[in-house]
T-cell receptor, first 120, second 114 residues
Framework: GAVVSQHPSWVICKSGTSVKIECRSL??????MFWYRQFPKQSLMLMAT?????????EQGVEKDKFLINHASLTLSTLTVTSAHPEDSSFYIC????????????????FGAGSRLTVL | GENVEQHPSTLSVQEGDSAVIKCTYS??????FPWYKQELGKRPQLIID?????GEKKDQRIAVTLNKTAKHFSLHITETQPEDSAVYFC?????????????FGTGTRLKVLA
C-alpha cells in the first residue's frame, strides 16, 4: 500500500530555535497533505492542509507564522516550527492521500510515523 | 462544521469477548467514515471504513455499522485478542470538504486482558 515517510522521528531543540519536519509520500503523488498535532492520550488535531504549489490552509487557532508549511512538490511537504517554545512540544503527524488511489483507496489517508518534538 | 464524538474513552475487555466503540457526527453531509488503530508510539493505521451508502461492512473480526438517520456509526471487534489493544479513532469526512479533510473523534483506548 501507500507509504508516507516522516522525518525526523524525534527532535530535541532549545527554546527559540526553529525545527523543520518533512513528510514524504514515497510511492505516490499527493497534491494535498495534512498536518496534525497530537497531545499525549488525545486525539489528532488538524493543524493545516498543505496544498502543492499554493498556500496552506490553516485551522482556526493555528498561527500560520508559527507553523510554516511548504508543499513544493507532489511528494514533499514540510512543517517548520519557528521560534519553538516548550509549549510547542508535541507529537506532529502528517498524512497524505494517494491522488490516483492506486495503492490504496482514493478516500484513504495514509499517515506518517510522526515526529516527537521536545523543546527545552 | 463537523463535530465527531466518540465513546467510551477507555474500554477493557477480557480476551475473547467483543468490544464496541461508538461515534456520532453532526454534519449530515458527511459521506465517509474510516476507523484508525494507533498502537503506542506508532502511526494510525486504517482498519476499516464505510461509505454513507452502506449500512454495514465486515472484515474478519472487525465490522462497522452506520446509521445515517441517527448520525452514528460503530466499530465492532469480536473475539478480541491482546494485540487488539490500542487506541482507536473514528473519523468523518464531510462531502463538502473537497480536500479530504477528516474530523477525528477523541479516541478510545482499548485494553484486552489476557
Amino acid at each position: 500500500g501507500a507509504v508516507v515517510s516522516q522525518h525526523p522521528s524525534w527532535v530535541i531543540c532549545k527554546s527559540g530555535t526553529s525545527v523543520k519536519i518533512e513528510c514524504r509520500s514515497l510511492d505516490f503523488q499527493a497534491t494535498t497533505m495534512f498536518w496534525y498535532r497530537q497531545f499525549p492520550k488525545q486525539s489528532l488535531m488538524l493543524m493545516a492542509t498543505s496544498n502543492e504549489g499554493s498556500k496552506a490552509t490553516y485551522e482556526q487557532g493555528v498561527e500560520k507564522d508559527k507553523f510554516l508549511i511548504n508543499h513544493a512538490s507532489l511528494t514533499l511537504s514540510t512543517l517548520t516550527v519557528t521560534s519553538a517554545h516548550p509549549e510547542d512540544s508535541s507529537f506532529y503527524i502528517c498524512s497524505a492521500r494517494d491522488l490516483q488511489g492506486r495503492l490504496s483507496g482514493a478516500n484513504v489517508l495514509t499517515f506518517g510515523a510522526g515526529s516527537r518534538l521536545t523543546v527545552l | 462544521g463537523e463535530n465527531v464524538e466518540q465513546h467510551p474513552s477507555t474500554l477493557s475487555v477480557q480476551e475473547g469477548d467483543s468490544a464496541v466503540i461508538k461515534c456520532t457526527y453532526s454534519d449530515s453531509a458527511s459521506n465517509y467514515f474510516p476507523w484508525y488503530k494507533q498502537e503506542l508510539g506508532k502511526r494510525p493505521q486504517l482498519i476499516i471504513d464505510i461509505r454513507s451508502n452502506v449500512g454495514e461492512k465486515k472484515d474478519q473480526r472487525i465490522a462497522v455499522t452506520l446509521n445515517k438517520t441517527a448520525k452514528h456509526f460503530s466499530l465492532h471487534i469480536t473475539e478480541t485478542q491482546p494485540e487488539d489493544s490500542a487506541v482507536y479513532f473514528c473519523a468523518a469526512r464531510p462531502s463538502t470538504s473537497g480536500t479530504y479533510k477528516y474530523i477525528f473523534g477523541t479516541g478510545t483506548r482499548l485494553k484486552v486482558l489476557a
